[in-house]
């Protein structure tokens, strides 16, 4: 699971998406002494493989790509965590909290947790699901841990702690499983959507006050991609001329339009907090891409995950979606590559995770 890049990782990364050109030069040194990620499945690289869940891909024909196999991760090869660690210029990817140990946790860890999201029942009707709040809970851990291994000095660690990078990406399965599974849940009856969205954003900038106060200086807040257009919720509902459904998209629309409002609330209140948001919506995968999934998806147990031991697509290269609902490692590079390096003004704001990084 530790396996890196570092025979390659001086190298220039290009990755071209028709129209769309990234030329990211990989530092040969860390930019940023530690990197920690929380979310969900698009981070997630192995910390559900050993729970209770349906939302675990730790089995063929995830990881096909990847050197490792199958480790967890919710795509064919690298996730847009790993590119991350690897533009930030890391010998290694960031080890997930479950088998995290010893020295390696001081550069970071991965605490994502594929089917979880900013409410603690998000994710719940898959089974176990590692909620913001435990991961949250899970980083106090480490940090426990950071200082005992430098030296028992808290002061060093919370200084220390005040330079890395910390990425957020949560909030999709407070939509995909919760908000739009009536059946399970009571959020749709209860709120507008424009109600949810207030009360979504209301305790994520609890939890980002959290991480704050745990020493966190340098924060990516990742929004949420249109989740309407994946391919295994235009399955489930009925899609509009768009092509998408766009009910989903204009719900998840009103979480991203408080992301802005909230960056720079935190921004202000917090003395020398540097917050900044990924919008991701702004760089959808399918641009050039082939937008159905490269895997047989299932349409029971892990519904939209790919059916174990199938053959994937050959070209997977040229496809948006690995699954019913998450990227091929291409659509990851994507992300990660326009989050890093901003090329239009509406990628990040106030600043790309690059410019952040050099803070």
Known sequence: MASGFSLWRCMPLIAMFCSLNILILVSCEPKVPCFFIFGDSL????????LDTQAKVNYPPYGVDFTDGPTGRFTNGMNQADFLSQFLGFDNFRPPFARASGSEMVQGVNY???????????GSNLGEVI???????????????????????????GEYLKKCIYAVGSGSN??????????FFPETSQYTPEQYADLLIQQYASQIKVLYNSGARKIAL???????????????????????VDNLNNAVAQ??????????????????????????SNFS???????????????????????????PCLVRTLRAFYDGFHPTET?????????????????????????LAEL
């Open 285 to 311: 995968p399918q641009i050039g891409l082939l937008s159905f999934p490269c895997c047989e998806t299932s349409t029971t147990f892990g519904k939209g995950q790919c059916v174990p031991n199938q053959k």
């Open 112 to 122: 994502a947790s594929g089917g979880s999201g900013i409410r603690g029942e998000s």
């Open 174 to 183: 407070d939509y995909i499983n919760n908000y739009f599974m009536p059946d």
């Open 222 to 244: 990742f929004g949420l991609g249109p989740i309407g257009c994946t391919p295994e919720e235009i399955r489930t509902f009925p899609r509009n001329l768009s092509g998408c």
């Open 255 to 280: 979480f991203n339009n408080r992301m802005k409002p909230l960056v720079d609330g935190l921004n202000a209140n917090l003395s020398d907090a540097h917050v900044t948001y990924v919008n991701i």
């Open 131 to 157: 909620s913001l709040d435990q991961q949250l809970g899970n980083h106090q851990t480490t940090i426990s841990k950071i200082v005992s291994l430098q030296g028992n000095n808290a002061s060093y660690t």
């Open 43 to 50: 981070m997630d690289n192995g910390n559900n493989n050993d």
């Open 331 to 355: 659509g990851h590079l994507l992300f990660a590559g326009r989050a890093y390096t901003a090329i239009t003004p509406f990628d990040d704001y106030p600043i790309d995770i690059r410019h």
